[in-house]
C-alpha cells in the first residue's frame, strides 16, 4: 500500500477535469440556465475526497509530476522523490492555479481539443523531498524553482474521457530559470537593471503564478503573485523592499542556488517580478514576455473585456491587505482577425486604479507620470518609476484599500464585474484602516464579493457604479456578524470566480488549511465551488478533499466540461508522510 501522500498525488492532486455527464450548459438548449439549476447541491464536506453532484463525473488530468509531454522527454515520476531538477522541469510543476483552455485548431472554438495553460503557484519542499527541507542544497533549490512556473499542454476527448496528449508539439514547462523579456514603459529602466542583466530587458524565469488571463488573440497571461516569499534581505530594506515586503529571513532559500534572490546584494532583483507575463500556448518556442504597462504588484487575475470601440480592457486585483484593484486600457483596438498584429498591445495604454466612493460610484485614478500626485516633486520619476512602484503610484493617486482582491470576472454579454475579497482581518486593526463603504467589515474573516457595471457599460470608461454582491459567512449563524448577506449555502474566503460561456457565476473558495474546520469555520465544512444560481442563490456545487483549495476554474467553450485545479490537498503539514499538523498558508 502506497503512503497516503502517494495515493493522495495519484488520485486528488493536480488539474482534475470535472467531465459534466449531462447536458450541462449545452448550447441550443431551451434553458440551461433552469438545467443547471437542477443539480442537487453536494452537502458541506469534511471528508478526505472530491464531491460532485449526482450526473457529473471527474477525472484527474494532470498531477503534479506527471510528463508535460514535451517531445525533449518524459521523465516518469518516482514516487521516493529522486526525480531530478532536470526531470521536474519536463514535468507538472506543483501548486497548479490559474488556468485556461485554448481549442485546438487555434480560433476553432472547439470542445474536444485544445490545450490548457496553467501556472504552478509554489513548491512543497516536504513533498519534493523525502527529508523536506533539511540539509538544503543548491540542488534542493534548483529542483523547487524546476516545479515553479507555468505548464502548457495538449489535451484531447477521447472516447468520452480526457487525456493528455503525449508526446505534443505544444507542450512545455516554464521555470524560475526560464529567459523571460521584458516590454512596456519599465523595460530597460534603471530599477529593472542588475548586475546579471544590465539591460534590464531579460529575466530569468516566472515564478509565483496565481490567478491568470488570457487575451482574445489566445496567449495566456501568468499573474506574479508572492513573488517576495523567493527573496530575502537580511539587512535594512529600502522604502519599496519594505512595500513588498520582501522578508528578513530566507522562506524558499533559492539564493543558495543563485545569489540574485539575495536582495541585499541584488536590491533591483525582485523588481523584476511582480509583473503579468504573457505567454503564446500556440508557440511552444516563443519568449514569454513581462508587460510592465499592467503594472507591480502581488497580481491575482487578468481578465479581459473588450471595449465597444475594440481596446481591451484588463483588470487585476493585487492579493495583499489594503491593497488595491486596478484595471489596463491598452491604446490600441485589438485585431482580431490577425493575432500576430497584437504583439505590443499590451504595451501601451493607461493603468487605473479603483477608488470606491460611499454613494455606489466610483472613479478609476489614472497612474500615468505627470498627472495628480504622480510628479517628479513627490518622488516619480518617469513612467517606468511609476509601474515598478505602482503600489505607491496608487497610495499617491489616492485609490481605495480593499481587502485582498483576488479573481475578477467579467459577465460574457452584460460586461459587469465581480471581484472577490478574500479576507483582512486586519482591517479595523490597531493602526490600520477601518471599515468603509466597499470594505464594511472590521476583521473581515470571511471576505466578500463586489460588482460594478461601468458607466454607459463601457469597459473602457472611467467611471462606474458598484454595490456588495455577497458578504460571505453562514446564513444560518445566529450571530449577525457571521450571517453574511446573501441566501444559500455557507462560505468563506471567495479566491476564485469566473462566469462560465452561458453567464453564470462560479465561486471558488480557499479557506487557508491553518483555519479550514477549526472553530467558527467548521460551518463552511472543506473548500468548495458554488455556483450562484439566476435568482442569486449560491449552491454547493463541489466539494475538494481535505486541506486542499478550490481554483483554477475553465471552461470548453460549449460549457460540457469544466477543468478545475486541486491545489495542495493535504497541506496541513510539511512532510510526505505527516499531513497532520496545521501552518500557515495564505496564498
Ligand atoms: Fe494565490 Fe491570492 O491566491
Ligand atoms: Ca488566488
Ligand atoms: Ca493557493
Ligand atoms: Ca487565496
Given at each position: 500500500m502506497p503512503p497516503a501522500s502517494v495515493r493522495r498525488r495519484q488520485f486528488l492532486q493536480g488539474g482534475t477535469a470535472a467531465?459534466?455527464?449531462?447536458?450541462?450548459?449545452?448550447?441550443?438548449?431551451?434553458s440551461p440556465q433552469a438545467e443547471a439549476a437542477a443539480f442537487a447541491a453536494v452537502p458541506l464536506s469534511r471528508a478526505d475526497t472530491l464531491v460532485v453532484p449526482d450526473g457529473y463525473r471527474t477525472q484527474v488530468l494532470y498531477a503534479w509530476g506527471?510528463?508535460?509531454?514535451?517531445?525533449a522527454g518524459m521523465p516518469p515520476f518516482r514516487f521516493d522523490a529522486s526525480n531530478s531538477a532536470a526531470e521536474q522541469a519536463l514535468q507538472a510543476g506543483m501548486h497548479h492555479d490559474g488556468m485556461e483552455f485554448y481549442p485546438?485548431?487555434?480560433?476553432?472554438?472547439?470542445?474536444t481539443r485544445g490545450l490548457l495553460a496553467l501556472n504552478h503557484e509554489y513548491h512543497s519542499d516536504g513533498l519534493l523531498f523525502?527529508?523536506?527541507?533539511?540539509?538544503?542544497s543548491a540542488a534542493k533549490a534548483a529542483k523547487a524553482m524546476a516545479a515553479s512556473g507555468v505548464s502548457v499542454i495538449e489535451v484531447e476527448l477521447r472516447d468520452g474521457a480526457w487525456q493528455a496528449v503525449r508526446?505534443?508539439?505544444?507542450a512545455r514547462r516554464i521555470t524560475a530559470t526560464t529567459p523571460c523579456a521584458v516590454s512596456g514603459p519599465?523595460?530597460?529602466?534603471a530599477l529593472m537593471r542588475?548586475?546579471?542583466?544590465?539591460?534590464?530587458?531579460l529575466v530569468l524565469g516566472t515564478f509565483a503564478g496565481c490567478a491568470h488571463g488570457w487575451t482574445p488573440w489566445g496567449t495566456y497571461l501568468t499573474c506574479e503573485e508572492n513573488?517576495?516569499?523567493r527573496f530575502v534581505n537580511a539587512g535594512p530594506r529600502s522604502a519599496l523592499q519594505q512595500r513588498d515586503l520582501i522578508?528578513?529571513?530566507?522562506?524558499?532559500?533559492w539564493e543558495v542556488a543563485?545569489?540574485?534572490?539575495d536582495a541585499a546584494n541584488?536590491?533591483?532583483?525582485?523588481?523584476?517580478?511582480g509583473w503579468i507575463v504573457e505567454i503564446d500556448?500556440?508557440?511552444?518556442a516563443s519568449t514569454p514576455v513581462k508587460?510592465?504597462?499592467l503594472g507591480r504588484c502581488c497580481h491575482e487575475s487578468a481578465t479581459p473585456s473588450l471595449a465597444p470601440d475594440g481596446r481591451l480592457v484588463l483588470y487585476t486585483g493585487d492579493d495583499k491587505a489594503f491593497e488595491y484593484i486596478y484595471k489596463f486600457v491598452s491604446r490600441d483596438k485589438v485585431d482580431l482577425v490577425d493575432r500576430?498584429?497584437?504583439?505590443?498591445?499590451?504595451?501601451e495604454g493607461t493603468l487605473y486604479v479603483a477608488r470606491f466612493d460611499a454613494d455606489g460610484t466610483g472613479v478609476w485614478l489614472p497612474l500615468v507620470h505627470g498627472q495628480g500626485a504622480l510628479t517628479a516633486a513627490n518622488g516619480f520619476h518617469d513612467q517606468g518609476d511609476v509601474l515598478v512602484r505602482t503600489r505607491m503610484a496608487a497610495d499617491a493617486a489616492g485609490g481605495t484599500k480593499m481587502d485582498r482582491p483576488e479573481w475578477i470576472a467579467v459577465h460574457p454579454r452584460t460586461r459587469e464585474v465581480v471581484v472577490t475579497l478574500?479576507?483582512?482581518?486586519?482591517?479595523?486593526?490597531?493602526?490600520k484602516p477601518g471599515p468603509d463603504a466597499?470594505?464594511?467589515?472590521?476583521?473581515?474573516?470571511?471576505g466578500h464579493l463586489l460588482r460594478w457595471r461601468e458607466a454607459g457599460d463601457?469597459?473602457?470608461?472611467t467611471s462606474f457604479r458598484w454595490s456588495v454582491l455577497a458578504l460571505a459567512?453562514?446564513?444560518?449563524?445566529?450571530?449577525a456578524a457571521a450571517k453574511?448577506?446573501?441566501?444559500g449555502d455557507p462560505f468563506a474566503n471567495p479566491d476564485g470566480v469566473r462566469f462560465d460561456p452561458s453567464g453564470r457565476l462560479w465561486v471558488m473558495t480557499d479557506i487557508s488549511p491553518s483555519r479550514l474546520n477549526q472553530g467558527a469555520f467548521r460551518a463552511f465544512g472543506n473548500n468548495q465551488l458554488l455556483m450562484v444560481d439566476e435568482r442569486g442563490v449560491f449552491r454547493r456545487f463541489l466539494t475538494g478533499p481535505v486541506g486542499c483549495e478550490i481554483t483554477g476554474l475553465a471552461f470548453t467553450p460549449d460549457g460540457r466540461t469544466a477543468f478545475l485545479n486541486i491545489q495542495?490537498?493535504?497541506?496541513?503539514?510539511?512532510e510526505a508522510n505527516d499531513p497532520a499538523q496545521p501552518r500557515k498558508h495564505s496564498n
Amino acid at each position: 500500500m502506497p503512503p497516503a501522500s502517494v495515493r493522495r498525488r495519484q488520485f486528488l492532486q493536480g488539474g482534475t477535469a470535472a467531465a459534466l455527464a449531462t447536458a450541462f450548459g449545452l448550447p441550443g438548449c431551451a434553458s440551461p440556465q433552469a438545467e443547471a439549476a437542477a443539480f442537487a447541491a453536494v452537502p458541506l464536506s469534511r471528508a478526505d475526497t472530491l464531491v460532485v453532484p449526482d450526473g457529473y463525473r471527474t477525472q484527474v488530468l494532470y498531477a503534479w509530476g506527471d510528463p508535460v509531454g514535451s517531445p525533449a522527454g518524459m521523465p516518469p515520476f518516482r514516487f521516493d522523490a529522486s526525480n531530478s531538477a532536470a526531470e521536474q522541469a519536463l514535468q507538472a510543476g506543483m501548486h497548479h492555479d490559474g488556468m485556461e483552455f485554448y481549442p485546438l485548431p487555434y480560433g476553432s472554438g472547439g470542445s474536444t481539443r485544445g490545450l490548457l495553460a496553467l501556472n504552478h503557484e509554489y513548491h512543497s519542499d516536504g513533498l519534493l523531498f523525502t527529508d523536506g527541507a533539511a540539509h538544503w542544497s543548491a540542488a534542493k533549490a534548483a529542483k523547487a524553482m524546476a516545479a515553479s512556473g507555468v505548464s502548457v499542454i495538449e489535451v484531447e476527448l477521447r472516447d468520452g474521457a480526457w487525456q493528455a496528449v503525449r508526446p505534443s508539439r505544444y507542450a512545455r514547462r516554464i521555470t524560475a530559470t526560464t529567459p523571460c523579456a521584458v516590454s512596456g514603459p519599465a523595460a530597460g529602466h534603471a530599477l529593472m537593471r542588475t548586475a546579471q542583466d544590465p539591460s534590464g530587458r531579460l529575466v530569468l524565469g516566472t515564478f509565483a503564478g496565481c490567478a491568470h488571463g488570457w487575451t482574445p488573440w489566445g496567449t495566456y497571461l501568468t499573474c506574479e503573485e508572492n513573488f517576495q516569499d523567493r527573496f530575502v534581505n537580511a539587512g535594512p530594506r529600502s522604502a519599496l523592499q519594505q512595500r513588498d515586503l520582501i522578508p528578513a529571513r530566507s522562506r524558499a532559500k533559492w539564493e543558495v542556488a543563485d545569489e540574485r534572490f539575495d536582495a541585499a546584494n541584488h536590491p533591483n532583483e525582485p523588481n523584476r517580478f511582480g509583473w503579468i507575463v504573457e505567454i503564446d500556448p500556440f508557440e511552444p518556442a516563443s519568449t514569454p514576455v513581462k508587460r510592465t504597462a499592467l503594472g507591480r504588484c502581488c497580481h491575482e487575475s487578468a481578465t479581459p473585456s473588450l471595449a465597444p470601440d475594440g481596446r481591451l480592457v484588463l483588470y487585476t486585483g493585487d492579493d495583499k491587505a489594503f491593497e488595491y484593484i486596478y484595471k489596463f486600457v491598452s491604446r490600441d483596438k485589438v485585431d482580431l482577425v490577425d493575432r500576430t498584429r497584437n504583439g505590443t498591445l499590451l504595451d501601451e495604454g493607461t493603468l487605473y486604479v479603483a477608488r470606491f466612493d460611499a454613494d455606489g460610484t466610483g472613479v478609476w485614478l489614472p497612474l500615468v507620470h505627470g498627472q495628480g500626485a504622480l510628479t517628479a516633486a513627490n518622488g516619480f520619476h518617469d513612467q517606468g518609476d511609476v509601474l515598478v512602484r505602482t503600489r505607491m503610484a496608487a497610495d499617491a493617486a489616492g485609490g481605495t484599500k480593499m481587502d485582498r482582491p483576488e479573481w475578477i470576472a467579467v459577465h460574457p454579454r452584460t460586461r459587469e464585474v465581480v471581484v472577490t475579497l478574500t479576507n483582512n482581518m486586519e482591517r479595523g486593526g490597531k493602526d490600520k484602516p477601518g471599515p468603509d463603504a466597499a470594505n464594511p467589515r472590521a476583521g473581515n474573516a470571511y471576505g466578500h464579493l463586489l460588482r460594478w457595471r461601468e458607466a454607459g457599460d463601457d469597459p473602457a470608461a472611467t467611471s462606474f457604479r458598484w454595490s456588495v454582491l455577497a458578504l460571505a459567512g453562514d446564513p444560518a449563524a445566529t450571530d449577525a456578524a457571521a450571517k453574511g448577506s446573501f441566501t444559500g449555502d455557507p462560505f468563506a474566503n471567495p479566491d476564485g470566480v469566473r462566469f462560465d460561456p452561458s453567464g453564470r457565476l462560479w465561486v471558488m473558495t480557499d479557506i487557508s488549511p491553518s483555519r479550514l474546520n477549526q472553530g467558527a469555520f467548521r460551518a463552511f465544512g472543506n473548500n468548495q465551488l458554488l455556483m450562484v444560481d439566476e435568482r442569486g442563490v449560491f449552491r454547493r456545487f463541489l466539494t475538494g478533499p481535505v486541506g486542499c483549495e478550490i481554483t483554477g476554474l475553465a471552461f470548453t467553450p460549449d460549457g460540457r466540461t469544466a477543468f478545475l485545479n486541486i491545489q495542495h490537498p493535504g497541506e496541513i503539514g510539511g512532510e510526505a508522510n505527516d499531513p497532520a499538523q496545521p501552518r500557515k498558508h495564505s496564498n
